[in-house]
């Protein structure tokens, strides 16, 4: 009984710093390695960890299966999203220079929304297939 005590307070803990963390890949991926995907996959670890330590259910009220089957999507349609506003205003799918008054500052722009699209779609897609595994034989 001890352990899982210190197992819930030490998870309570480190949650806001793997958050932390995630976020940091996230925005520093265009200017080193990481960006959406490994934001993705540490952000999902997160609530992978607190489901294992505190169980199924408490992580589905926090993170629920429906926002997450919103969220698959919706990153999709980020991603895509930024291609065709490029391909309306004149560039090619994806090119970003177009996004902006400034080429440097529309690539800048243009590959933050594609992780974003990529990190929001990695995150739900990972808690799902863990939602679908964890709840197996339940």
């Known amino acids: 009984m001890k352990f899982k005590l210190i197992a819930r ?19 520093h991926g265009d200017y080193g390695p990481g960006g959406g995907f490994q934001a993705g996959v540490i952000s999902a670890a997160m609530v992978i960890l607190y489901a294992v330590i505190f169980g199924l259910e408490p992580a589905k009220e926090i993170v629920p299966p429906v926002l997450l089957e919103i969220l698959v999507p919706l990153g999709v349609l980020i991603f ?25 500052h529309g690539q800048e722009w243009g590959i933050l929304l594609v992780e974003i699209g990529v990190l929001v779609t990695v995150f739900a897609t990972m808690t799902l297939i863990f939602y679908i595994f964890a709840g197996r034989g339940r």
Not at 81 to 97: P, Q
Request: aromatic share 14%.
């Open 9 to 27: 307070i030490g998870t309570k803990l480190i949650l806001p710093f793997i958050l932390a963390f995630a976020m940091y890949v996230q925005f």
């Open 80 to 104: 895509a999203g930024v291609g065709v506003v490029t391909m309306l205003k004149g560039g090619a799918f994806l090119g970003y220079s177009v996004l902006m008054h400034d080429a440097r």
